[in-house]
């Protein structure tokens, strides 16, 4: 008899332990749950946070390429009707043909014929691809293709523009809208990258100022 009550009572108490045991855990696992929500609920509002900031930035970004779209409309533009064109646009090819055909490439640039302009571009530079007026006419080439919003092709010209002719006075702008081309096509290192080397390379420029100015915004 004395066996059965104290296996009984050892039966209790073990029930007691393991009932305990369970509480015990049931506890700790609730308590890990608030503070796993709590912790969701910060990093919720963080991102919050940093996807409004993010899409400011880009907001002001694509002010920025507007600006540069806009810009470039205006390069081309007779003196005295907008921005002067610079002095890359006064050099004159030896050839009466040859400054005829990249003249009448850049009045359709001047008219805001963009497509028509680019075919008349990339016409006068298998014609003469060793110009004076190649480095000008690879300029406005890209810069047709970027307001027409052909990204990829601007980025080809204009870098192999600025790869080849480094002291151009359009090689900076011309890496300006390399980079504006890249942040168009979502390719932000790139982009920064771009931006970073005209600030290496073209110091004091209009376009490094430019540049500075949109790596704060990357």
Do not use: C, W
Not at 89 to 97: G, L, T, Y
Not at 116 to 142: I, N
């Amino acid at each position: 008899m004395f066996r059965i009550v104290k296996a009984s009572l050892v039966a209790l108490a073990l029930s007691a332990t393991v009932s305990t045991s369970y509480a015990f855990t049931d506890s700790e696992a609730r308590t890990a749950i608030i503070e796993l929500r709590q912790q969701l609920r910060t990093l919720t509002e963080t991102s919050q946070r940093a996807s409004m900031q993010l899409a400011q930035r880009i907001d002001r970004l694509e002010q920025e390429i507007t600006r540069l779209r806009a810009q470039l409309e205006e390069l081309g533009a007779p003196q005295g009707a907008g921005q002067q064109s610079g002095s890359a646009v006064q050099e004159r090819a030896k050839d009466s043909k040859e400054q005829s055909a990249f003249d009448g490439a850049l009045d359709l640039y001047r008219e805001a014929k963009y497509k028509d302009a680019a075919a008349s571009l990339s016409a006068f530079l298998t014609l003469y691809p060793e110009s004076v007026l190649a480095p000008t006419a690879q300029f406005y080439l890209g810069s047709s293709y970027y307001v027409l919003k052909n990204n990829q092709d601007a980025i080809k010209v204009l870098s192999l523009m600025a790869e080849k002719f480094p002291d151009h006075a359009r090689a900076p702008d011309a890496l300006l809208v390399v980079a504006g081309s890249q942040f168009e096509l979502n390719q932000r290192t790139n982009a920064k990258a771009t931006l970073e080397k005209i600030l290496k390379n073209y110091p004091g420029t209009a376009a490094a100022q430019s540049a500075e100015t949109r790596l704060k915004l990357l």
